[in-house]
């Protein structure tokens, strides 16, 4: 019986057939076409309208729009800023022309500081002043470290238009920045007209040998209705003491600064600002909002 079985063979396994390749369909170019041609279309789309669309936000006005608000909050930081314990100096307007809209459009954003000086342990106190001075409807707000070294105020002039001063404890100077942010190009017009200084400049200059004329002036409009303007000469010989130089025309007056290469007090309503290096000297006086 064992024998028998030995002999029975079991049958081979059936051959694998592999299934045959599925259909291959023709490529739809004229579908490929459609796309490319939709993606060309809403790029150009894109393109056009960044260049050519009006604004429809504050932000997208171009930097001639954006300049009266900056002369507005200008005038209205200089208002507050400006005291009879402390020296202020208002900055030109400058521009930024390397900021960027867009990936594919560039733009330009103007800046003006204002730059106060302080006595020392003065700062906190004046930043708060100014804080307080300014338009309530700006908003202003302080906000200080855990340490309490270190106070930021931050204040919206309108339409994009921010201020902004970092101060740190310590500080005898800090800056006031306006900035319209970045905006699209425009021409702008010049502004300003000659002036004639203060009687304060006229003599400071004249201390370093000047003829008390000004090289350049700066104005702005303030909220009360009068203007503010800061005179400046450069260029001037540097004396061998500051100090000793301006002796005489400091006299009375109200130091706020008095160091070797920087001096700066108020003569009534005048802020005077000297200071040298390199051989050359410069002053300015501010004529404020009161």
């Known amino acids: 019986m064992h024998a028998s079985m030995a002999a029975v063979s079991l049958p081979a396994a059936p051959a694998y057939v592999p299934p045959p390749p599925p259909e291959r369909r023709p490529t739809r170019w004229w579908l490929v076409a459609i796309v490319v041609a939709w993606a060309l279309v809403l790029t150009g789309l894109a393109v056009w309208s960044v260049r050519e669309d009006p604004p429809t936000v504050p932000e997208q006005r171009n930097i001639a729009e954006a300049l009266p608000v900056l002369h507005r909050a200008a005038g209205a930081v200089v208002q507050a800023a400006d005291g009879p314990d402390r020296v202020i100096e208002i900055g030109a307007v400058t521009y930024d022309r390397e900021c960027g809209l867009t990936p594919v459009r560039g733009g330009v954003e103007a800046i003006q500081d204002v730059t106060v000086r302080v006595r020392a342990d003065e700062a906190f106190g004046v930043l708060d002043s100014?804080?307080?001075?300014?338009?309530?409807?700006?908003?202003?707000?302080?906000?200080?470290?855990?340490?309490?070294?270190?106070?930021?105020?931050?204040?919206?002039?309108?339409?994009?238009?921010?201020?902004e001063a970092d101060v740190e404890a310590g500080s005898t100077s800090f800056s006031l920045r306006i900035s319209t942010g970045c905006r699209a190009a425009a021409d702008i017009a010049p502004s300003g007209i000659g002036r004639v200084p203060p009687p304060a400049f006229e003599a400071a200059a004249r201390a370093l040998g000047g003829t008390g004329e000004a090289a350049g002036d700066v104005t702005v409009s303030c909220p009360n209705g009068?203007?503010?303007?800061?005179?400046?000469?450069?260029?001037?010989?540097?004396?061998?003491?500051?100090?000793?130089?301006?002796?005489?025309?400091?006299a009375g007056a109200l130091v706020v600064q008095a160091e070797p290469h920087a001096w700066a007090y108020r003569a009534g309503e005048v802020s005077v600002v000297v200071r040298d290096g390199d051989g050359t000297a410069r002053v300015s006086a501010t004529a404020g909002c009161r």
């Open 130 to 163: 100014i804080e307080r001075g300014l338009p309530a409807a700006y908003e202003p707000a302080i906000r200080h470290n855990r340490e309490d070294t270190r106070h930021v105020l931050r204040a919206d002039a309108g339409e994009f238009v921010g201020i």
């Open 226 to 250: 009068k203007t503010a303007t800061s005179f400046t000469a450069e260029g001037l010989t540097a004396p061998r003491d500051l100090g000793v130089a301006l002796r005489e025309v400091s």
